[in-house]
């Protein structure tokens, strides 16, 4: 059974800036590609940004300038730099990775918990 959890959430200011983490552990064959989604109070879950195994990365236009995705295969975590953060930006955010726990198994999509994000004076 694969696991991820989400680290870094929490109160920032308008303008702030923080860093959330999603570690995979579990068993684990290869990740493929892995993001970060989120979703508002009374909203949907929309995608925030994605990054393939081979670091091509994708963004939502609502956060493109401001929020950048990186990971670390060695590690089997993907991280999100989020700067310039705005009232808007509050929501949880949810981790995803596309999971392969052994050779003979397919891609399945796995998800974290989720982390509070609020931005606000």
């Known amino acids: 059974q694969v696991q991820l959890v989400e680290s870094g959430g929490g109160l920032v200011q308008p303008g702030g800036s923080l860093r959330l983490s999603c570690a995979a552990s579990g068993s684990i064959f290869m990740l493929d590609t892995m993001g970060w989604y989120r979703q508002a109070p009374g909203k949907q879950r929309e995608l925030v940004a994605t990054?393939?195994?081979?670091?091509?990365?994708n963004y939502a236009d609502s956060v493109k300038g401001r929020f950048t995705i990186s990971r670390d295969n060695a590690k089997n975590t993907v991280y999100l730099q989020m700067n310039s953060l705005k009232a808007e930006d509050t929501a949880d955010y949810y981790c995803?990775?596309?999971?392969?726990?052994?050779?003979?198994?397919?891609?399945?999509?796995?998800w974290g918990q989720g982390t509070q994000v609020t931005v606000s004076s």
């Open positions: 995803y990775a596309a999971i392969r726990a052994s050779i003979t198994e397919f891609f399945r999509d796995g």
């Open positions: 990054i393939t195994r081979s670091s091509l990365t």
